[in-house]
């Protein structure tokens, strides 16, 4: 199933019987699109679609849009964001619920997941429940390199509080197998959310909050490309990270 295209028609507000006329195809054809992500329509259609629902032909359709325009080493971008609250909300929901493996999210905070997806904590939930390992990289909120953060960033609702409401959400889902929590610093510059084979990654940006700082959208697609990269320094940071009490119920 496209879930990119069937999350982006609700959050639209758009039916299939409504694309279907905006594009100009009949009902079925918009059937046959959410039937398969691997059903695409050719480049100027997948325009009106993309333009007819707010987002962008990459996040419906990334594997012909990347066979058409994608070669070389850039060709594990999906999409890139000049910043991370530019990539539609459809985007992180279609990842969250077609993962069925490994869900990382490698983020100091990770505040804005509660803000910004309806139903997270449902969502992970469900992962977990399905056999899916849920990891969450955090900041310490007592460490020194939190603190320096806070200082740099200067805002009301600091570094240490959007932690501890990451904890907080995670502590409430109670004993749950398959999700776990470690604390670690050397995230502070880096923020690394993967899905199985895909990843948003946003580097940050001097005193800039996480959502005014760019983000790729990446699926892996060869050993060592870009996708591989940032994992391994996600995992090396988790190999080396300190547990977090009273999360999860391990794996």
Not at 15 to 34: C, F, Q, S
Not at 119 to 145: H, Q, T
Not at 229 to 245: C, D, I, N, S
């Amino acid at each position: 199933m496209n879930v990119a295209l069937r999350d982006a028609l609700s959050h639209a507000g758009v039916t299939r019987d409504e694309l279907a006329r905006i594009v100009g195809v009949d009902p079925k054809t918009v059937d046959r699109w959410l039937g398969s992500d691997m059903r695409a329509p050719h480049a100027g259609t997948r325009a009106k679609v993309a333009s007819a629902l707010g987002v962008s032909a990459e996040m419906l359709w990334p594997r012909a849009v990347r066979a058409a325009i994608k070669t070389g080493a850039d060709r594990e971008i999906v999409s890139a964001y000049p910043y991370r609250n530019a990539c539609p909300p459809t985007v992180w929901s279609s990842l969250l619920d077609g993962a069925q493996r490994d869900i990382v999210f490698a983020g100091y905070t990770s505040y804005f997941l509660w803000q910004e997806q309806p139903r997270a904590a449902e969502r992970l939930r469900a992962r977990a429940e399905a056999g899916c390992r849920v990891r969450f990289l955090l900041g310490d909120p007592e460490s020194e390199v939190t603190r320096r953060r806070e200082a740099v960033e200067d805002v009301p609702l600091t570094v240490s509080t959007r932690i501890r409401i990451t904890l907080d959400q995670l502590r409430k889902l109670g004993p749950l197998p398959g999700l776990e929590a470690r604390f670690s610093e050397g995230h502070i510059s880096l923020s690394v959310f993967a899905f199985d084979g895909e990843a948003l990654v946003t580097p940050h940006i001097a005193d800039q909050l996480g959502h005014e700082s760019p983000m790729l959208h990446l699926r892996r697609l060869q050993a060592d490309g870009l996708y591989d990269r940032f994992m391994q320094h996600a995992e090396t940071l988790w190999a080396g990270g300190r547990p977090v009490p009273d999360v999860g119920g391990g794996s």
